[in-house]
């Protein structure tokens, strides 16, 4: 199948609608605020386990020093006895020796509670206990009235080192929670700053997601929509041919859309009023009869909708037609001709021609046999009366399109699931000619039939060539290239909004004083048949 881009499509973020934009913005300000909350949280419980291990530190150094001010208590209370013999000065050292299996208690308990060497506290022990051992041996010895061995230099040195080992051994301990404290320290100073950090930056992520926010709302909301009601405004005002830019949020440009429907809509209105007024001209019963004959039968096959519209340059009495055909089961014909000229003269021949196309095809079922037995027919049409026709049958069962084309503009064949929303580039298949047009001077012509496949959500569109010859006031043909970009303008294609936007644009295109050839716009959508 031929594929012809028009136009460039839009992006693929534009089909984004806003309120999954907004969803999608409040999830990801949730994930933040859930995420940096969850670390202020841990960092604030992290923090607080810090702070408190570092009081505990603090208090097993305190537990520590008191250890050793009762060691030393004990030294120096050993000291004067054994200078003095006084046996008053003893008794702070006995006091200590009390004390000190609590005190020593103590230090373990805090030293286990910090994850501290508390089994270092049995080489404390153990070196107080050789000094300790010593010290009895020096009470003894000034108990036996012997001050002057004990206070010998040697025994004085010996005294001295055993209490250094213990006065070693405490610090070592206390040298390890000197480097715990400073290890906690640092570390609730960088969990400070971590908490500090987390919460600033979560609150800077959340004013980021808000200013992205309103960015996005004044971006894709607030000013495509005053541009809205700028166009809106001048729609109201009677400018039916303003610019009504679909832009912004997926929202607006249905919005845009609908509104442009709306304009449309009017413009049609306003165009239907003025064939009426020109149908003055004509309303006798001789031109209501040929009006409501040419009018198509009401032929219907399940799974296969026309939505059609003939608009005629002078009232309503065109030289265009369309017809419906109820050829099978399941098998409807479509009919789409233009007579040269329009007014009565080819109003007359087409009623001809539409009766004649509607009886071959129930006859032969063929759309080239039909065009072919109707052209053999024409014999006595004045040459210069000639038409173009485009025949098909939808066969609903089969899924198939059969085509003959009698001179006729080239119908385009619209695959499913193209339309994107807010519009965007459309595909599609041309249906060409297959012999030539319809007229007494051709005879012995034969149309062929082409076979397509029509499956649900294909459609057929097809027209006339005062469609696509609206001429601007320039000399601008609205041409194929027009009536694709309003056909890309429908979101979801729907048929009869393709076929009104179509219609009006093709208006608009050629401007005052309207249309000066029939406009027939014909679609054939092939959708899911009922039950």
């Known amino acids: 199948m031929g594929v012809t881009p028009r136009r460039p499509a839009r992006g693929g973020a534009g089909r984004v609608s806003l309120t999954r934009r907004l969803a999608g913005a409040s999830l990801l300000a949730l994930i933040v605020l859930v995420c940096g909350g969850a670390l202020v949280v841990v ?37 004067g006895y054994v200078i003095t013999g006084e046996p008053d000065l003893l008794s702070p050292y006995q006091v200590a020796q009390r004390e000190l299996p609590g005190r020593t208690g103590e230090v373990r308990a805090h030293l286990r509670a910090v994850g501290g060497p508390a089994e270092q506290l049995a080489d404390v022990e153990a070196a107080h206990a050789e000094w300790d051992a010593y010290a009895r041996e020096q009470v003894a010895l000034v108990g036996d009235d012997d001050r002057a061995a ?59 997601l808000l200013g992205l926010s309103c960015l996005v709302m004044v971006r894709q909301v607030t000013q495509p929509l005053r541009r809205l009601a700028v166009s809106t405004r001048a729609v109201a005002d009677g400018d039916l041919s303003a610019d009504l830019r679909a832009e912004g949020a997926l929202e607006v440009r249905d919005l845009a859309g609908d509104v442009g429907a709306m304009r449309d809509r009017l413009l049609a209105d306003l165009d239907r009023t003025r064939q009426a007024l020109g149908a003055l001209d004509q309303e006798d019963r001789a031109v209501r009869a040929v009006r409501e004959a040419l009018l198509p039968s009401p032929a219907r096959v399940g799974g296969v ?36 000229g329009h007014g009565p003269y080819s109003a007359v021949f087409a009623l001809r021609l539409k009766h004649s196309l509607a009886t071959a095809l129930r006859t032969h079922g063929s759309p080239g046999a039909a065009l072919t037995a109707v052209s053999a027919d024409l014999q ?40 994107a929303p807010g519009g965007g580039e459309v595909r599609f298949e041309e249906l060409p000619p297959t012999g030539p047009l319809l007229s007494s001077i051709v005879g012995g012509a034969v149309w062929r039939d082409t076979v397509h496949p029509f499956a649900v959500g294909d459609s057929l569109l097809t027209f006339t060539d005062g469609v696509l010859e609206s001429r ?60």
Do not use: C
């Open 43 to 79: 960092t604030a419980q992290q923090l607080g386990d810090a702070q408190r291990l570092l009081v505990r530190v603090a208090v097993a150094r305190q537990a520590t020093a008191d250890l050793l001010t009762r060691y030393v208590d004990q030294e120096t209370s050993l000291r």
């Open 472 to 531: 601007s006031p320039d000399g601008t043909e609205f041409g194929l290239d027009g009536l694709l970009l309003a056909v890309g303008q429908i979101p979801g294609r729907d048929p009869a909004r393709v076929i009104d936007a179509v219609a009006a644009a093709a208006l608009r295109h050629a401007g005052t004083p309207g249309r000066r050839d029939d406009h027939t716009l014909v679609h054939v959508l092939r959708e899911d048949a009922p039950g």
């Open 150 to 208: 004990a206070a010998t230099i040697g025994a004085t040195m010996h005294g001295k080192n055993l209490f250094d080992a213990v006065r070693d051994e405490v610090e070592q301990v206390d040298g390890w929670l000197v480097q715990e404290q400073q290890r906690s320290q640092d570390r609730t100073e960088r969990l400070q700053t971590r908490l500090v950090l987390g919460t600033a930056g979560g609150l800077a992520a959340l004013a980021a």
């Open 305 to 340: 909708r026309v939505t059609a519209r003939l608009d005629a340059a002078e009232g309503v009495l065109a030289g265009d037609w369309y017809d419906t055909v109820q050829v099978g089961p399941g098998r409807l014909g479509v009919v789409v001709g233009d007579v040269a």
């Open 380 to 419: 006595d049409v004045p040459g210069e009366l000639f038409a173009t026709a485009f025949v098909g049958i939808v066969d609903a069962g089969a899924g198939t399109l059969v085509h003959a084309n009698a001179g006729h503009p080239p119908a385009l064949l619209l695959p499913g699931g193209d339309a």
